[in-house]
């Protein structure tokens, strides 16, 4: 952790050479590079279903022989999304009132959105954004802590807002993924007519 | 007869257009039916890990309440702060009032208290109302869930337990450390017996057997 930038490249170029199976690894990497590079020129189909069928299998092998630690590192990350569900951070719900109010103002300053688009938006930013209002009064009437976040679950009316508002969240972020999706490839469509 | 054919054609071609979709809409409920019960282990986990942590909060906040009333020796305050404290309780009787933690299997668990509707097999590890709590002397804590692979099984992997191994239970601020001294398995009739050291304060897990629908497995500890 301590070292210097020097130190940290050196120890990054050495870092495949310090066993046989790194070498093997980065071996194999380099092998797949080539066929992938050589292949944009040749355009063999037969080629490119191999090099697939041979990513899979490399990646089939990495989960047959470390299959449990896979299983825990799938489990801590879908962990982790929960925790930022159900009972996230002060800085990440910060983060996500911060989001809500800049779709806000690019919803209003843009004309050229439909006016159906518009009021989903505003209704959805809006209550999200009025929850987060609700929950930093609580936490001014509470007296809470905002640091720790046992201090904050610990109110039941502060879990019931937090839920809330990312429940309503992951719509207004769905919604607009799904809206740009579409108007995307309905704009695509109109182009190739 | 041509008119005919051609709407024939046209509504089985469209059926076989939507039968991808149909089948990609089977296989996602077949994929979330086949992920709904490890993800509902994974979310009860994680809200552990928030009960444990408002848990030790609380625990926090009583040594400091404790320690400020030796310093200030103000007993009105202290009366008052008991009351709140037990009003707090009665409203919030899904509160920890301890924790079991075995290093070796990775389980930390909270309890309730045995009068609490969440004294439940089915929400938590649950107090037997034949036991004692861990602060009585020579007493046995007496503490029972499922195991196998619901989310609801608490000690899932007390089979891998051995003689030796080391638990402790935190309650009332304090920790009792354990060791494992015995397990053996009674069949499964409704009641168990348990054979214990009357000279040592013990804590005692119950269990179903793993991989045994008509046997339950019954680890003492010992008092440290």
């Not at chain 1, 209003?108 to 999200?128: Q, R």
Request: hydrophobic share 45%; with cysteine; proline share 2%.
């Amino acid at each position: 952790m301590d070292l210097s930038i020097l130190e940290q490249l050196m120890t990054f170029i050495t870092l495949p050479f310090q066993s046989f199976l790194t070498i093997e690894i980065l071996l194999i990497f380099i092998i797949l590079l080539i066929f992938l590079l050589y292949n944009e020129k040749r355009k063999n189909n037969k080629v490119k279903i191999a090099i697939i069928a041979l990513i899979i299998f490399f990646f089939s092998l990495l989960v047959f022989y470390f299959f449990d630690d896979i299983v825990t590192v799938l489990s801590e990350i879908i962990k982790t999304i929960m925790r930022c569900f159900y009972f996230p951070n002060i800085v990440f719900y910060n983060l996500t009132a911060i989001i809500s109010l800049v779709i806000l103002i690019y919803t209003i300053l843009k004309n050229n959105l439909t006016k159906l688009n518009k009021i989903i938006t505003y209704i959805l930013t809006l209550i999200h954004l009025y929850l987060f209002t609700n929950f930093i009064s609580l936490a001014i009437t509470n007296n809470t802590s905002l640091t720790d976040i046992a201090n904050i679950y610990q109110h039941d009316n502060m879990f019931i807002i937090v839920l809330f508002s990312q429940i309503i969240f992951i719509i207004l972020i769905l919604y607009k993924v799904i809206y740009h999706f579409c108007y995307i490839r309905h704009s695509k469509l109109k182009n190739t007519k | 007869m041509w008119l005919e054919n051609q709407k024939m054609q046209r509504k089985s071609k469209n059926i076989k257009s939507q039968l991808p979709k149909v089948g990609f809409l089977f296989l996602i409920v077949g994929i979330l039916i086949f992920i709904s019960t490890p993800l509902k282990k994974l979310k009860g986990e994680v809200f552990e890990e928030m009960r444990l942590a408002i848990f030790q909060l609380n625990i926090n906040e009583t040594n400091n309440t404790t320690i400020n009333n030796v310093n200030t020796e103000n007993l009105e305050v202290t009366s008052e702060n008991t009351t709140e404290a037990e009003e707090n309780d009665k409203k919030a009787n899904y509160s920890y009032i301890g924790e079991l933690s075995i290093p070796k299997i990775k389980l930390r668990r909270g309890f309730v208290s045995k009068e609490s509707r969440y004294n439940n097999i089915e929400y938590n590890i649950t107090i037997a109302q034949e036991a004692n709590y861990p602060d009585v002397p020579l007493g046995n804590f007496i503490l029972m869930a499922h195991s196998g692979n619901a989310y609801i099984s608490f000690f899932d992997k007390l089979y891998k337990l051995q003689i030796g191994d080391e638990a402790s239970v935190s309650y009332n601020a304090n920790t009792y450390n354990y060791r494992l001294t015995n397990i053996y398995n009674q069949a499964k009739t409704g009641t168990v017996a348990i054979y214990r050291n009357p000279n040592m304060k013990t804590l005692t897990l119950i269990t179903c057997t793993h991989n045994d629908d008509y046997n339950q497995t019954i680890y003492i500890f010992e008092e440290i």
